[in-house]
Nanobody, 124 residues
Framework: QVQLVESGGGLVQAGGSLRLSCAASGRTFSMYGMGWFRQAPGKEREFVVAMGWSGSSTYYADSVKGRFTISRDNAKNTVYLQMNSLKPEDTAVYYC?????????????????WGQGTQVTVSS
């Protein structure tokens, strides 16, 4: 089992930045691929960004390329999402997810474990 706890959400003006953190506990963190998803009111959960267990592979949604960056610190059992140039359409609950199984990094069903989510609100 892996437990994930997100933090760092909040309210920011358009053009601003936030850094989300996801702290993991439980089994060996370094063995898991990690991803961030988001869900806005009335919409389905959507892929944002992911990183393979080794950190050598990253995957980004087109909507966040060039603005968001995922990173991980296996010594701290933590994955980060740096979000720059935020837009009102980035407003959503952001979820951290972990996986130790095969499947597309872009699909929520490929992830075994989920955090509780953290709200990000971008005002115009």
């Amino acid at each position: 089992q892996v437990q994930l706890v997100e933090s760092g959400g909040g309210l920011v003006q358009a053009g601003g930045s936030l850094r989300l953190s996801c702290a993991a506990s439980g089994r060996t963190f370094s063995m898991y691929g990690m991803g961030w998803f988001r869900q806005a009111p009335g919409k389905e959960r959507e892929f944002v960004v992911a990183m393979g267990w080794s950190g050598s592979s990253t995957y980004y949604a087109d909507s966040v390329k060039g603005r968001f960056t995922i990173s991980r610190d296996n010594a701290k059992n933590t994955v980060y999402l740096q979000m720059n140039s935020l837009k009102p359409e980035d407003t959503a609950v952001y979820y951290c997810a972990a996986r130790d199984r095969r499947g597309s990094y872009y699909e929520p069903r490929s992830y075994n474990y989920w955090g509780q989510g953290t709200q990000v609100t971008v005002s115009s």
